[in-house]
């Protein structure tokens, strides 16, 4: 082979052997990539599925700081002269609290927007005689009833006469708490109304005069119209509904469980009876 030849099978060779570590690198270099992929992929587990992984319970503990959301509702939940939250739901989540460790904080929220709270985490729970419906059911994880109630119409002592069945209240203008399961009554009979924050504001306008009747939890009739309370000249009359209350958490939030866990013992022990004395609601008690 004369030198010619030969410089140039040497060129060809040195030219194959970069070829093929080309090649290899490349090579190399997807198998990083396909892996870094995976890895990729692996990472993006859809966000719902680690919240749901998640315990409220700890959260909460780790926090420090059980957050009730609530509307001011006696019996259940109010204030007492001090200011202090008090009532039938309050003081058995303050027992709850007790039980996780932590500190309760009390949050008035508005009643049609709860499960938002919930979902937003400015609240932990709602606890403050919520009705057990689908609404609540499908949107929240819920505890076992704790309490039976009714929507009931109030209306001045000195017209209940004239309103003693579902018949006799057409034509006059109700007031609900927006989102209650009292304006679910007042949606159900066809009345016409008008929704405002609270059940206590309902009835601030029926004895002003500005609306004829509000539909209100039976609990809350026994505490607050009638002789004796800040509304003597108000009276309930027609029972519109039969039901249940129930407290509720996150969606797939382990703090249902806990709470039932805590309430069975309560219960069990005499203590939700004396609470529930305290504020006159021992008759409406579930039994557990």
Known sequence: MNLTKKLTALALAAAMTLGLVGCGGASSSSAVSSDAASTSAADSTPASDST????DVEYIKDKGTLVVGITDFAPMDYKDDAGEWI??????????????GVDVEFIEIEWSNKILELENKSVDVIWNGMTLNDETRNGMEVTAPYCHNSQV???PADKADQYQDVESLAGLLFVVEAGSAGEDMAVENGFE???VESQAAALMEVA???S???IIDLLMAGAMIGEGTDYP???N??????????????KGSDLAAYIDGVLDGLYADGTMEEIATTYGVQMALAER
């Open 153 to 155: 119409v109030v209306v």
């Open 212 to 214: 004829d009747a509000c």
């Open 52 to 55: 749901a992984a998640e315990s």
């Open 233 to 235: 000249d108000l009276t």
């Open 87 to 100: 009532g039938f739901d309050a003081d058995l989540a303050k027992l709850v609290a007790e039980d996780l």
């Open 193 to 195: 109304y008008n929704s």
């Open 208 to 210: 002003a005069g500005t």
């Open 237 to 250: 009359t027609v029972s519109l509904s039969d039901e249940e209350y129930g407290i509720g958490c996150r």
